[in-house]
Nanobody, 127 residues
């Protein structure tokens, strides 16, 4: 199981940008599909973005598509989420998650598919 630590959250104005990072340890990072999820106060955790173990394929929720970009560097054991054109409705705790998979071209979008989670980093978008 990977140990995951998110960072990079904070406050931003509508239209602004933030870049979240997720540092992984405790395993071979390139053997894990990775995802970003978020949970707003009083809401269920929802899928934001996912990437395959090799990083060649990504997938986004409709709300993230065109504004967010997920990427990874397996040599640095790091996952990122670049968030642009932020909106107040993006306010949430953001979590990275991992799932061990030997196939390199698989990604997952369901909360139940992931086995390890970080503690999250808070993103607040307001004017």
């Amino acid at each position: 199981q990977l140990h995951l630590v998110e960072s990079g959250g904070g406050s931003a104005q509508p239209g602004g940008s933030l870049r979240l990072s997720c540092a992984a340890s405790g395993g071979t990072f390139s053997n894990y599909a990775m995802g970003w999820f978020r949970q707003a106060l009083g809401m269920e955790r929802e899928f934001v973005a996912a990437t395959t173990p090799n990083g060649l394929t990504t997938y986004y929720s409709d709300s993230a598509k065109g504004r967010f970009t997920v990427s990874r560097d397996n040599s640095q054991n790091t996952l990122w989420l670049q968030m642009n054109s932020l909106k107040p409705e993006d306010t949430a705790m953001y979590y990275c998650a991992s799932k061990y998979i030997l196939r390199k071209n698989i990604y997952y979008t369901s909360y139940a598919d992931y086995s390890s989670w970080g503690r999250g980093t808070q993103v607040t978008v307001s004017s």
